[in-house]
Nanobody, 125 residues
Framework: QVQLVESGGGLVQAGDSLRLSCVASGRTFSGFAMGWFRQAPEKERVFVAA????????YYSYSVNGRFTISRDNAKNTVYLQLNSLEPEDTAVYYC??????????????????WGQGTQVTVSS
């Protein structure tokens, strides 16, 4: 069993930055592809960013590309999401997810096997 715990959310103003963290425990972090998704009130959960277990590739949704950066530190079993130039439209609960096998698309939530409880990000205008 894998446990994922997110942290770093909060209330900020438009234009500010935040860094979200997701720590994995309960099983080796090795081999997991990691992703971030978000869900705004009364909306579906949508893909934000993803990173494979190894290598330089990263994947972003169109809406956050150029503003958000995903990274990971496998020695610390942690994946990060740096959120810059935040906009009110970024307000949502942000979820960390881990995939046992290499995802095909990285953006489909069905490809992920383990989920955290989420951390709230609220951006005021």
């Amino acid at each position: 069993q894998v446990q994922l715990v997110e942290s770093g959310g909060g209330l900020v103003q438009a234009g500010d930055s935040l860094r979200l963290s997701c720590v994995a425990s309960g099983r080796t972090f090795s081999g997991f592809a990691m992703g971030w998704f978000r869900q705004a009130p009364e909306k579906e959960r949508v893909f934000v960013a993803a990173i494979p277990w190894s290598g330089p590739s990263t994947y972003y949704s169109y809406s956050v590309n150029g503003r958000f950066t995903i990274s990971r530190d496998n020695a610390k079993n942690t994946v990060y999401l740096q959120l810059n130039s935040l906009e009110p439209e970024d307000t949502a609960v942000y979820y960390c997810a881990a995939a046992n096998a290499a995802p095909y698309t990285y953006s489909d939530y069905l490809e992920y096997d383990h989920w955290g409880q989420g951390t709230q990000v609220t951006v005021s205008s």
